[in-house]
């Protein structure tokens, strides 16, 4: 991807350097700071809070069990010396259940959190393009670009997107 926009970024230069210097200064270019946008426009905030809530008792769920394995592992330590060879294996097999419960649920957890914050981002971004484009339009841009490592804070348009999505 990286290498696709380097691509792209020279193909821009390359086009604006090869244009007459007074097309130049009449071309209109801006910038969007996307993850400023994830940051900071109020339904990106609201999105992530949403989610927090959503995963929270499955995340104390999770510590719970973290918290029993380890009363377990120090209790199983502990007893070791006074357990019988059945008593032990007894114990082992419970351990390896319940870490075996531990890994599935977190793998569960991992996965569905990274589900629901792709989805809540490609809404976020599929509200921001529609700001973008809509600024774009009023206000007569020629370019607005995004993911860009450096650009004088004059291009900056980040801060009418995110008030514009705060309608949203």
């Known amino acids: 991807m990286l290498k696709t926009q380097s691509i792209i970024v020279a193909g821009l230069f390359a086009a604006l350097s090869a244009m007459p210097a007074s097309a130049q200064a009449d071309l209109k270019i801006g910038y969007v700071d996307i993850q400023r946008i994830f940051r900071s426009a109020p339904f990106a905030v609201k999105a992530a809070k949403e ?55 977190q793998r569960e957890f991992r996965e569905d959190l990274a589900l629901r914050q792709n989805e809540a ?41 995110v008030k514009a999505l705060g309608g949203q």
């Open 121 to 161: 981002n490609a809404a976020i971004i599929e509200k921001a393009n529609k700001a973008i484009k809509q600024i774009a339009d009023s206000e007569k841009f020629d370019l607005i670009l995004q993911d860009v490592v450096w650009a004088s804070p004059k291009l900056d348009v980040t801060d009418k997107v």
């Open 51 to 105: 989610i927090e809530a959503e995963f929270s008792k499955r995340d104390q769920e999770l510590q719970r069990l973290t918290k029993r394995i380890q009363t377990m592992q120090e209790t199983a330590e502990r007893d070791a010396p006074t357990l019988s060879e059945a008593q032990r294996r007894v114990k082992e097999r419970e351990f390896g259940e319940l870490s075996r419960e531990f890994q599935r649920k």
